[in-house]
């Protein structure tokens, strides 16, 4: 119990932006001590995608502009001649248009063992248009081998601007100072429309492997402000180790040009911060 003490709080994850613990860890499937960082990817120079690393923001604090997008891709290459490393492909790819799809990748250096990077590309007729590295993933206290990675991807107008987004929901472990691994289910906004780039970040589920306290949320898009744009909203329902519960909301509101605010929370919490 000492290890899992919950703050509630104002505060929260969201992007400035497309990846939830006091001396603990994270773990990963389908579906914003230290965590183990790796050094940067290295993608062929001949392309030079984003790489926007989650961004934690305070209650208050409203995403900036995203970066620049990554460079289109006049040649017809494909994602893993594009970014150097093992590429393997996550699943199947998800239709954005009728001419383009989306897809996850995931690179894995075996210079940097027991690491990985999340990469989301739009494909059209004649190749990639656009990649971003999305996430990164490391569990080297798994051993050597790619961690296991299983991202959902989905495309919708969430926020209602006209523009598909996709939201990549993914289960990972990750290992805080102090305590063992815990499990944690993220959800990610990115935004395809003028470039990819991720908008949003958002801890879901979260699992202490070392104890009995679980954290499930619920997520809905809906207009919270009456502006005609759907904004965030999501519940968090908590177990301690006594099977109490308690329940807590946040909520995140869409500005324009794809910016998100973080508006009001009772939970706080992301990777190791609690």
């Not at 656009?130 to 969430?158: K, N, Q």
């Not at 207009?223 to 329902?237: A, K, Q």
């Not at 794809?258 to 939970?267: E, L, P, V």
Request: aromatic share 6%; hydrophobic share 35%.
């Amino acid at each position: 119990m000492g290890c899992y003490r919950r703050r509630m709080r104002l505060a929260a994850v969201g992007l400035g932006l497309g990846v939830a613990v006091l001396g603990c860890a994270r773990t990963s499937g389908p579906g914003p001590g230290a965590t183990v960082v790796s050094p940067e990817p290295s993608p062929d120079p001949a392309v030079s995608p984003d790489e926007e690393p989650p961004i934690e923001a305070a209650p208050t604090e409203v995403s900036p502009p995203a970066q620049e997008p990554a460079e289109t891709n006049p040649s017809g290459k494909q994602v893993h001649e594009l970014v150097t490393g093992e590429v393997t492909p996550l699943g199947s790819t998800v239709e954005l248009d009728a001419d383009r799809v989306v897809g996850a990748w995931r690179r894995f250096d075996p210079q940097v063992p027991g690491e990985a990077d999340i990469v989301l590309a739009i494909v059209g007729p004649d190749g990639v248009q656009h990649l971003v590295f999305a996430h990164h993933v490391a569990t080297p206290w798994l051993g050597e081998e790619p961690p296991h990675i299983d991202p959902s991807l989905t495309v919708d107008d969430y926020d209602d601007d006209g523009r598909p987004e996709v939201r990549m929901v993914l289960t990972e472990e990750i290992m805080c100072p102090g305590g063992g691994p815990n499990v944690i289910r993220t959800m990610m906004l990115f935004d395809t429309e003028p470039k990819l780039a991720k908008g949003l970040q958002i801890e879901l589920d979260h699992e202490m492997l070392a104890g009995d306290t679980v954290t499930q949320a619920s997520v809905a898009f809906e207009d919270l402000d009456g502006d005609g744009h759907r904004d965030v909203r999501v519940v968090y329902v908590m177990t301690d180790a006594e099977g109490e519960r308690s329940e807590a909301e946040n909520r995140w509101l869409w500005l324009d040009k794809d910016r998100w605010t973080f508006d009001r929370g009772d939970y706080h919490r992301y990777g190791c911060d609690w």
